[in-house]
């Protein structure tokens, strides 16, 4: 079955860290550019983060730049995303998705993806 799978969420208090894996079943990744999406309660999905299938290009949203780092591993067949600083405002459903046409910009929730995951819940609060 060809699919995303997000991993790592979980509760955490502000300031801390969590990482997240995406992980591909029945395709490679090294041919995807992957991007990172969130949403919250009441919120609009937003492009957090994303990486070009060479991993040579990144993109941050404003809100998360310095604090959060994408990175691709083809040899596990997986993307990271690493989240330091932590912030209450950084609560909600993270998904990540990927495209072979795309090369990773715009990072924007409103493309069409070939893939998306089921998302993994991150909540951040004391």
């Known amino acids: 079955q060809l699919q995303l799978v997000e991993s790592g969420g979980g509760l955490v208090q502000p300031g801390g860290s969590l990482r997240l894996s995406c992980a591909a079943s029945g395709f490679s990744l090294r041919y995807y550019a992957i991007g990172w999406l969130r949403q919250a309660p009441g919120k609009e999905r937003e492009g957090v983060s994303c990486?070009?299938?060479?991993?040579?290009?990144?993109y941050y949203a404003d809100s998360v730049k310095g604090r959060f780092t994408i990175s691709k591993d083809n040899a596990k067949n997986t993307v990271y995303l690493q989240m330091n600083s932590l912030e209450p405002e950084d609560t909600a459903v993270y998904y990540c998705v990927a495209d072979r046409s795309w090369d990773g910009s715009p990072c924007s929730p409103n493309l069409e993806y070939d893939f998306r995951g089921q998302g993994t819940q991150v909540i951040v609060s004391s």
């Open positions: 990486i070009s299938s060479s991993g040579a290009r990144t």
